[in-house]
Nanobody, 120 residues
């Protein structure tokens, strides 16, 4: 299993970024997926998840209304569109694979992460 994130960078407050996670080594379409993040000096924080099958999504309150998670199963790629970014969104963002079809299963794999810095 391999998960490779990309799309991070430096952005001003109020700006937007779209993160990508290219998955390989497993049947992407049948597993739930999530994004988590870790800010400097803080614990890992779940951000958003998406089920396989019905594509149902869920978001942390801190990003609801600003972030959108979606998946492209034929491309085995997970995305996180981030709008209206705030300095508190600064973190390393990781995509994770669930052990089940739903995003809330035990996470069994995680990528290497992509850094997002929100600063003026």
């Amino acid at each position: 299993v391999q998960l490779v994130e990309s799309g991070g960078g430096l952005v001003q407050p109020g700006g937007s970024l779209t993160l990508s996670c290219a998955a390989s080594g497993f049947t992407f379409s049948i597993y739930g997926m999530s994004w988590v993040r870790q800010a400097p000096g803080k614990e890992l924080e779940w951000v958003s998840g998406v089920n396989s099958g019905n594509g149902r999504t869920a978001y942390a309150d801190s990003v609801k209304g600003r972030f959108t998670i979606y998946r492209d199963n034929p491309k085995s790629t997970l995305y996180l569109q981030m709008n209206d970014l705030k300095p508190d969104d600064t973190a390393v963002y990781y995509c994770t694979k669930s052990s089940r079809t739903t995003w809330d299963g035990r996470s069994d794999y995680r990528g290497q992460g992509t850094q997002v810095i929100v600063s003026s």
